[in-house]
Every structure is written in structure tokens, then in C-alpha cells.
């Protein structure tokens, strides 16, 4: 499966930013789905994970409460709905796919998409 992930752009302090993930080659209903994000200067981290039927989701504790992972398997998509967004926020995020279970752990992850830039001012 190849995953794009697209919608980052430059943000003030308190906005909110929909990032997409399209997914091409393969269903992406197959797959449970990630969000990782790398801040500038830090390693990848884990955002937010939903399993291939988008009745689980778990969230990094930073995020909780204020970002959304959904999919839409009829369209090939997830999506991250990030609201209240804060500087620290600024990163690269990824989308990501793994067979078998949600997992916060980016190694198990096998698919990767390319980044999208999000960027929050204060």
C-alpha cells in the first residue's frame, strides 16, 4: 500500500488543521493506521493510532482531547483532526500502516507515507 499524507500548512496558536491520508495500491481497511509526528530537532514519536474497522483509536497523552483519528475505508482515507494546536505541535507527521493490531510503536509500522509540514506560530 502506498499512503500520501497531505493538509500541514502554517497555523496560528489555537487553530485547527485536518491532516488526510489517501492510500492507493491495497485497501486500506487491511491495515490499522498510525499518526507519528517528528518536531524539529527530536526523534519520531507516536500521535495517534485506529484499528482496521476504526472502532479503537488511542491517542499520545499531548494530543488527548484535542486531536482526531478517523478513516473512511470506503475512500481509501484517515484522517487527523487536530484542533487547539499549539507550537509544540509543529512537526513533520506521518501516516503510517501495519497489518494486525494498533500499535504506538513506529517500528512495527511497514508503510509509510512522504510528511506533511505542520506548523504552529504563537
Known amino acids: 500500500v502506498q499512503l500520501q499524507a497531505s493538509g500541514g500548512g502554517l497555523v496560528q496558536a489555537g487553530d485547527s488543521l485536518r491532516l488526510s491520508c489517501s492510500a492507493s495500491g491495497r485497501s486500506v481497511s487491511r491495515y490499522s493506521m498510525g499518526w507519528f ?5 527530536k526523534e519520531r514519536e ?3 493510532t485506529i484499528n482496521s474497522n476504526g472502532g479503537s483509536t488511542y491517542y499520545a497523552d499531548p494530543v488527548k482531547g484535542r486531536f482526531t483519528i478517523s478513516r473512511d475505508n470506503a475512500k481509501n482515507m484517515v484522517y487527523l483532526q487536530m484542533t487547539s494546536l499549539k507550537p509544540e505541535d509543529t512537526a513533520i507527521y506521518y501516516c503510517a500502516a501495519r497489518t494486525f493490531y494498533s500499535s504506538t510503536s513506529s517500528p512495527v509500522y511497514q508503510y509509510w507515507g512522504q510528511g506533511t509540514q505542520v506548523t504552529v506560530s504563537s
Open 37 to 41: 509526528r517528528r518536531p524539529p530537532g
Open 46 to 48: 507516536f500521535v495517534a
